[in-house]
């Protein structure tokens, strides 16, 4: 039976080291926060739901936001920051249209888009799990 020294023990261990890894990794890696927190049904489809979504918008020519001209750029910006080391490699790579061509393109964009706020969604999600706010 859990007592209070038991759950205060066992939140202490929560607390110790980097309690922003999962944070920091979840938002590099879609999936890698809960992966190392062994949530691994939980970090399979956030994975694959995220790498999905980017790589179906990257499929139908959406736009990767390099810079701000105004607010809607910045919040378009903003979402696709959230997709982590996806956007940074993707952006290297010259993939990503810089102007909409066809008409599935602004689709994309929204993929794109949504796919870098659930990464971050799930990065918060797992930093909330190490640091015992879920469970």
């Given at each position: 039976?859990?007592?209070p020294q038991n759950k205060n023990a066992a939140g202490q261990d929560l607390m110790q080291g980097f309690v922003y890894l999962p944070l920091i990794a979840g938002w590099l890696?879609?999936?890698?926060?809960?992966?190392l927190l062994r949530k691994w049904g939980r970090g399979a489809l956030?994975?694959?739901?995220i790498l999905s979504m980017f790589a179906l918008g990257?499929?139908?020519?959406?736009?990767?936001?390099?810079?701000?001209?105004?607010i809607l750029d910045m919040l378009g910006l903003a979402g696709d920051l959230g997709n982590g080391l996806l956007y940074i490699v993707s952006r290297v790579l010259g993939l990503g249209a810089?102007?909409?061509?066809?008409?599935?393109a602004d689709y994309g964009t929204?993929?794109?888009?949504?796919?870098g706020l659930l990464n971050v969604i799930a990065a918060v999600d797992?930093?909330?799990l190490r640091t015992g706010r879920k469970a």
């Open positions: 039976m859990d007592t890696v879609p999936g890698a926060g809960h992966f956030l994975a694959v739901s990257i499929a139908m020519q959406g736009k990767l936001y390099s810079s701000a001209h105004d810089d102007s909409v061509q066809v008409t599935t929204r993929f794109i888009v949504v796919a797992a930093h909330n």
